[in-house]
């Protein structure tokens, strides 16, 4: 069974910088896609950024300059979101998306975390 596991969110002013990291277990043999989407009240689930096996990134227009997308080079299982300069509009529910071949199967499959609160306010 897998597992995507988030954390680091929270609330915080805007202009504030938050973390949010997303762990995956369980009997992976590849990874080929990490990403991040969010979710705001009344609104569809968007795409964040993205991050494939080549390292190759993209972003939301929304978010360009102010959040990173990387992977842990030593736990090659873990993903982060750097965000920065944050913004009332960034409130949502953020979720880890990963892009994994998993034993038995030699195909890929879409996985999800269970998400985390993101809150810009003063």
């Known amino acids: 069974q897998v597992q995507l596991v988030e954390s680091g969110g929270g609330s915080v002013q805007p202009g504030g910088s938050l973390r949010l990291s997303c762990v995956a277990s369980?009997?992976?043999?590849?990874?080929?896609?990490m990403g991040w989407y969010r979710q705001a009240p009344g609104q569809e689930r968007e795409l964040v950024a993205h991050?494939?096996?080549?390292?190759?990134?993209?972003y939301a227009d929304s978010v360009k300059g102010r959040f990173t997308i990387s992977r842990d080079n030593a736990n090659t299982n873990t993903v982060y979101l750097q965000m920065n300069s944050l913004r009332s509009e960034d409130t949502g529910v953020y979720y880890c998306?990963?892009?994994?071949?998993?034993?038995?199967?030699?195909?890929?499959?879409?996985?999800w975390g269970q998400g985390t609160q993101v809150t810009v306010s003063s």
């Open positions: 369980g009997r992976i043999n590849r990874i080929n896609s």
């Open positions: 991050i494939l096996i080549d390292i190759s990134t993209n």
């Open positions: 998306s990963m892009g994994l071949v998993v034993s038995p199967w030699p195909f890929e499959q879409t996985y």
